[in-house]
């Protein structure tokens, strides 16, 4: 059986059989023939089915969200507003994949001569539990909607979510096998991304596992898009708007409990305005409601597992073996783990160079754009970055200098549907959403028709 465990109260939230070897192979088999079906249907038909879909998560938002809130300690309402930003991402493509994927002409000395974007089958999916409802569904919507079909293997903590996106599709009125759910472990994967059936993979998570999988798929010269961890800077210039930026700061560090790949991972700070910005940001931090995820008022919740809660105790014990100094929190209570401030972190020390996974940031400061540029790129990760300032000549001169995959100025890394998202070093290849996101799982096919 596979258990999701309440990080709040530590009690069984749902268990599911794990299916064996036969089970998934059944199951893909189903998927293939659907597919074969799937990939006739017209793309405003595949709309229609679409709409229905968002549709169907906001008249059941509050049942979706609850149970996002059990499995993985999420404050409800950020659950709320994760199914919300499913269906504006259903509605988005359902408006815009007949664009998206329209033939490309381009002028040869052809009679005739274009690109085509054509499905290529089915997809295995490998995603976490961190965002379990928007991480699978930025996914499988294009995707269906491109004309292929999906297979999901979800974390194994938030299954019952898995099994709740499944019935979304269900009762949009989708096909069954154009979107499944598999409970399995990790061991099984292998084995799927090497079935003939199964022609790409993607993957969200950690560095680990997007190695894993892409050996085994590159071995099989199958297709994939990783999207891995990032270490996020927020760059913090002496001439930001103060009260905006600290602001800005909280939310891209602390909301869900800072287990998100693109919340703001290192604070550089200019010394500048150091100590004046420090003390506003910890005041910030300090008005964050910690309590049961449940409750509309809470808005930092627990981590999603103990043992996450753990590793972060021992990135946090790392830094202060090398003289980091902890301005605010720092103690753990089984999952929940008070929002951390830590000072005086340089380069060596592991909240600075590892991904940190949790509600705690380490401040550092710069002297100068070249050192701040510097700091920020000094990270084998590559997801994104923001920067702070209200001088926005500074800030265009200062963007091709970053190594990210998004550059954001007053704003905190976040994926819109309307804009790729995707990163570079560490953090992966590839793009989900928008035209970028839609384009990356079909058969790009060139068409040449010449007239004697």
Same mark, same amino acid.
């Given at each position: 059986? &596979? ?14 059989? $794990? ?23 017209s793309i405003s038909e595949r709309s229609i089915l ?38 504006n991402l259903c509605d988005y493509y359902a408006d ?26 089915? #997809? ?59 409970? %399995? ?58 009260? $905006? ?19 703001? *991972? ?20 300090? $008005? ?11 808005? &930092? ?9 753990? $590793? ?48 705690? #940031? ?31 000549? *500074?800030?265009s001169r200062l963007i091709p200098k970053f190594d ?33 996101? %839609? ?9 040449? &028709?010449?007239?004697?």
């Amino acid at each position: 059986m &596979i258990k999701s465990i309440n990080p709040y109260t530590q009690e069984i939230v749902f268990e599911i059989p $794990e299916l064996d070897k036969k089970d998934v192979e059944m199951a893909i088999n189903r998927a293939e023939e659907q597919y074969k079906l799937w990939k006739e249907v017209s793309i405003s038909e595949r709309s229609i089915l679409m709409k229905a879909a968002g549709e169907e998560l906001r008249e059941n938002a509050q049942e979706y969200a609850q149970i996002i809130t059990q499995e993985m300690g999420k404050p409800i309402a950020q659950s709320l507003a994760e199914v919300e930003k499913c269906a504006n991402l259903c509605d988005y493509y359902a408006d815009n994949a007949s664009k998206h994927l329209a033939d490309k002409i381009i002028e040869t000395e052809a009679h005739k001569s274009y690109v085509s974007y054509e499905p290529i089958g089915i #997809i295995l999916a490998i995603m976490p539990w961190n965002f379990p409802f928007w991480q699978v569904m930025r996914f499988a919507v294009p995707a269906l909607m491109a004309g292929n079909v999906g297979i999901l293997k979800h974390a194994s903590n938030v299954m019952k979510s898995a099994v709740n996106i499944e019935k979304v599709f269900e009762r949009a009125g989708f096909p069954k096998g154009c979107f499944t759910n598999l409970p %399995i472990g990790s061991k099984m994967v292998e084995e799927i991304i090497k079935n003939p059936k199964v022609k790409a993979v993607t993957l969200t998570g950690s560095e680990t596992a997007g190695r894993a999988v892409a050996a085994v798929a590159g071995s099989q010269i199958k297709k994939t898009v990783l999207e891995l961890g990032g270490s996020n800077a927020l760059v913090v210039f002496a001439d930001c708007n103060l009260q $905006e930026t600290v602001k800005t700061c909280v939310q891209a560090r602390f909301q869900n409990a800072g287990q998100s790949c693109i919340a703001g *991972k290192r604070l550089l700070v200019e010394s500048a305005i150091a100590e004046e910005f420090t003390k506003a940001f910890l005041e910030g931090v300090k $008005e964050l409601q910690p309590g049961d995820p449940l409750n509309e008022k809470t808005t &930092i919740g627990t981590m999603a597992r103990i043992d996450l809660a753990e $590793e972060l105790e021992k990135q946090l014990q790392d830094a202060l073996d090398k003289g980091a100094e902890v301005f605010l929190g720092g103690k753990r209570d089984k999952a929940y783990f008070q929002p951390t401030v830590v000072g005086n972190v340089t380069t060596e020390m592991s909240i600075f160079k590892e991904e940190v996974f949790g509600p705690l #940031i380490g401040i550092t400061t710069f002297n100068d754009e070249e050192e701040a540029v510097e700091l920020s790129n000094k990270s084998l990760f590559g997801l994104g970055v923001t920067l702070f300032t209200e001088d926005f000549e *500074k800030a265009s001169r200062l963007i091709p200098k970053f190594d990210e995959g998004a550059v954001f100025v007053n704003e905190l890394v976040k994926s819109d549907q309307r804009l790729p998202f995707g990163g570079t070093k560490n953090s992966g290849y590839g793009r989900e959403l928008s035209q970028d996101g %839609i384009q990356e799982f079909v058969n790009k096919k060139t068409v040449y &028709i010449n007239k004697y």
